[in-house]
């Protein structure tokens, strides 16, 4: 491993373009004052106290076709200026800053210009299979933000548990997240509306978009406990709390299937103000094809009913999709004849190979936790994939970006969120965000090293991957 010396792109996501003067370097101090202009004063804050003529100066300004999300940084040896068209550039070029300065403050000297690859960079936490709460996950986008992650997934539903508050349908939340539900029935609780609205707030002021998952037309068995009348035959089913996938259903054919489901839809598009709301529909294994895409033609449109754009995952490009329906793809094969259809007709995808970005695979067969059905995941494998060369029909102008889902069966604990999380989520985020020609293995691996002593002083909770030259305590 090479000293820790720092330069100018020791950051991560790697920036497109740097330059470094290395004779030059600027030390931010208690003395020195952040000038920005008022749009941008939560931004500014992050990085010290206001002056109107401080040496760290943000602008909103244009920068040569960067993008809403692309910034310029300057650094001389006389102070620091950071450019942006929109806020969210600033926001991200600050996020660069930070990890520039972290342990002595010092910013190595010359110019970044940088901008995201892909629009969408997210990570997926699931909720159904076990419960965190709001302030569990604002604390996880804090850790996510650093990285560029700009949509947070929240899988809320799912055959163990039922985690956001639907007013309409209390027994969803008094049953599905009481006592007694997540896997191995150790994960209940969930969120209230205004909960939600909180950490929805949250993350925007980040510019994180939240993205709400209500999973169906399988994957709905708490949903069926509460509400029996939602079964096929009306009778009461068993709560479950394995793991298994497949086994439940909504009804195709039944016009309270589809009232339950407008109700569902229609309070979280009244509470997202993001432009998504993700329908789920994988793992149908006990719906029959022909109610599948019944069940489809009926639900598809109801997002955009309500001013929002459907995602759902890939199995739902085996049925007519809408304009703007958009396709996540997670199976670890290379093919897929339904998806090539989509994106040939014009429909995005989200690229979330579990083979690449399933957070939680094991890294390694010594791992406590996670599981292994798409095989180890070391970090290697999560950063060395293009995402525009992983499907043959899906090539770079379809792709709207990468997500990196964590699913939680195996998890207990935050720290066990951590654990799986980092350092992949890093790696997998540098995909999303750096030009595939500047992306580097050996750089990353030099890179993310540093990061080790800064998780061990936050008491953040990461996997010490052998295939990494961790810094010694």
Known sequence: MRPLTKRLGDVIPAPALVVPEPAVTFTITPDTRVSAPPAAASVAARLGPPGDDGQLRLQLTDVDGLGAEGYRLEITASGVTLRAAELPGLFWGVQTLLQLAAGDRVLPGGVIEDRPRFAYRGAMLDLARHFFTADEIKAHLDLLIQFKINHLHLHLTDDQGWRLEIPDRPRLTEIGGGPGTGCDGAGPGFLTLAEYSDVVAYAAERFVTVVP?????????????????????????EPRTDAEVGYSSLVAGREETYAFVETVLKTLADVTPGPYLHIGGDECLSTSAEDYRAFLARVLPLPGKYGKRVIGWHEIAAADLPEGAIVQYWRPERQDANVDAAAAAGRAVIMSPADRVYLDMKYDASTPIGLDWAGLLPVERAYDWDPARHLPGVGEQALLGVAAPLWSETLRSVDDVRLLTFPRLPAVAEVAWTPQAVRDW?????????????WDAAGVV????????????
């Open 442 to 454: 050996a750089s990353f691996r030099e890179r993310v090293a540093a990061f080790g002593p800064r």
């Open 462 to 473: 990461y996997f010490r991957s052998p295939e990494i030259d961790w810094p010694s305590a």
């Open 213 to 237: 998952e209500i999973d169906m037309p399988g994957h709905v068995n708490a949903a069926l406990v509460a509400y029996p009348e939602l079964t096929a035959d009306g009778r009461p089913v």
